[in-house]
């Protein structure tokens, strides 16, 4: 009885398990709250200081783009007492996650139907390397967990004739947050020539309206110099170079096992670059291969695409976009997710070729360096990551806000310590 109850609620209680390593991951964050850098000084101080309208529509022009949900994490949090407002702005980070779960699980998904490969998509995602300190739980970053959220709206199966007002909502609020989910425009307009449904017709419709606000609101930045003075550069071989290091190497290894590698046992980069590219030449060919098959069906082919493009898209932004050339951390995150999803996408499309015995340790490595690096160690004398995550000698907000109301000119103090404040007046 007990193990039939089990089995027939798998997704309920991976759903509750996920939600637990979410809170074994930084408690601190959970019970507290934190505000990270921009979340607080810039999105959370514009509600607190400025009206609905100003706030609502508030454009950074210094990053060049609209982050409406930041925006919009700003205006909830203000409702609340200042003392529980970092509390509320990260719970509220936690909606897309929570969403991309469930469409996992429950959404008709065209990606993965096995449920095994649903539940191996969700630990892809969540405890994987790309998924680093810096991007976790806060809402200036949660623009890179909508745009994965919107590709899997983009590879749900819809009924013809019904529109999701909910789905236009996720897909109109991931536009508006970020550049990444813009990427993914040509994505939803060949998808609506191939199922020609009325749901793919007005995802297309909302991404591409907020395509062109966003990369509007980017030349505006860059003709009229408002944009910071790092971004929006050429392209190098040193910031290729960075970019195979974060990308290419570190989505498996993990940043530990990768300076391990490097400093320790003292191999030079250039092997395991050229390692990754026998892997990508295997890819290609691997890919070509599909393609040429006849038993590939049209929806196979467009999801090959689609990864193909979105991943060397969003790599071509990062690397041009990126401050200072550097591809690391946030800026590495989403092409690492693309090139670790287009991987499990093909084990699951040859799950009966030999070539399996090549991709799926690729995956394998790729989770359990995530899981080791998911709750950092404690270093001294190099940079602690689990301060991103912990408080560790971190300023008592309680203090922070009862100095503030003494004295309204007070810069209150935020993560990440000690050099980020925030001006409420």
């Not at 419709?205 to 550069?233: A, E």
């Not at 071509?316 to 997710?337: D, H, I, N, Q």
Request: contains cysteine.
């Amino acid at each position: 009885m007990f193990l039939d109850f089990i089995n027939s609620r798998k997704k309920e209680i991976f759903f509750f398990t996920i939600l637990i390593i979410f809170f074994y991951r930084s408690p601190f964050i959970f019970l507290n709250g934190r505000f990270m850098a921009e979340e607080g000084s810039l999105y959370f101080a514009n509600a607190y200081r400025f009206d609905f309208i100003y706030s609502l529509f508030f454009v950074d022009f210094r990053s060049g783009y609209m982050n409406l949900w930041a925006n919009i994490s700003g205006i909830i949090s203000n409702l609340f007492s200042l003392r529980i407002a970092p509390l509320i702005s990260n719970y509220l980070s936690l909606v897309p996650k929570v969403l991309i779960i469930y469409f996992i699980l429950y959404g008709k998904s065209l990606l993965f139907q096995n449920l095994n490969y649903r539940i191996l998509f969700c630990c892809l995602i969540f405890l994987t390397p790309f998924n680093v300190p810096e991007i976790w739980m806060n809402s200036i970053n949660s623009q890179i967990f909508f745009c994965i959220l919107s590709l899997q709206l983009v590879f749900l199966e819809y009924d013809k004739k019904k529109i999701d007002y909910f789905n236009l909502s996720i897909v109109l609020i991931s536009g508006l947050s970020g550049i990444y989910s813009c990427i993914l425009t040509p994505v939803f307009f060949f998808k609506y020539l191939i199922f020609k449904s009325f749901q793919d017709k007005f995802n297309l419709i909302i991404i591409t309206i907020s395509s062109i606000i966003q990369f509007s609101l980017i030349l505006y930045s860059k003709l009229n110099n408002l944009v910071h003075s790092t971004k929006i550069h050429s392209i190098d071989l040193e910031l290729i170079y960075n970019f195979t290091y974060n990308v290419l190497i570190k989505s498996f290894l993990g940043i530990n096992l990768t300076k391990y590698i490097f400093y320790k046992l003292e191999i030079e980069l250039y092997y395991l670059v050229i390692l990754i590219f026998i892997i990508l030449i295997t890819l290609f060919f691997l890919i070509k291969k599909i393609l040429k098959d006849k038993q590939i069906n049209n929806v196979d082919n467009f999801i090959i695409k689609s990864f193909i493009f979105i991943f060397v898209m969003t790599s071509l932004t990062v690397m041009v976009g990126a401050t200072e050339k550097y591809v690391g951390g946030r800026y590495a995150a989403l092409p690492s997710f693309y090139l670790l999803a287009f991987i499990l996408f093909l084990i699951r499309l040859i799950n009966k070729n030999k070539m399996i015995y090549v991709l799926m340790p690729l995956i394998v490595i790729s989770i359990f360096t995530g899981i080791y690096e998911f709750r950092p160690k404690i270093k001294v004398g190099e940079r602690n990551y689990l301060k991103l995550l912990d408080c560790i000698n971190c300023p008592d907000w309680k203090q922070e806000v009862e100095i503030f109301k003494n004295d309204n000119n007070y810069n209150l103090k935020i993560w990440p310590y000690p050099n980020k404040t925030m001006k409420l007046n």
